[in-house]
Nanobody
């Protein structure tokens, strides 16, 4: 019912910045939570952060102070601004959308941080 498409992944150098985006479409509820997860090669998928429809955010300790999540409800867009990137941030980044205890996932976008 909800389609999510991530974009903006790229190869960047350590210490650099990058913004990835998520576009949502379909049966969008005015009350929802969107978030970002990431999965490194051979590792499980980890939670990065989340944002409510009202703009309240929460972040994993590993990215706190470096990453910022924002959203534009008028465009049904969510963004992840990544600063001071580290090689350990290398992963496929996934967008997620939750409503009524149901979650939807995007296809992911690759972020690679070189040393």
């Amino acid at each position: 019912q909800v389609l999510l498409v991530e974009s903006g992944g790229a190869l960047v150098q350590a210490g650099g910045s990058l913004r990835v985006s998520c576009a949502a479409s379909g049966s969008i509820s005015s009350i929802n939570v969107m978030g970002w997860y990431r999965q490194a090669p051979g590792k499980q998928r980890d939670w990065v952060g989340s944002i409510t429809n009202s703009g309240r955010t929460n972040y994993a300790d590993s990215v706190k102070g470096r990453f910022t999540i924002s959203r534009d409800n008028a465009q049904n867009m969510m963004f992840l601004q990544m600063n001071s990137l580290k090689p350990e941030d290398t992963a496929v980044y996934y967008c997620t959308y939750s409503m009524d205890n149901r979650s939807y996932w995007g296809q992911g976008t690759q972020v690679t941080v070189s040393s």
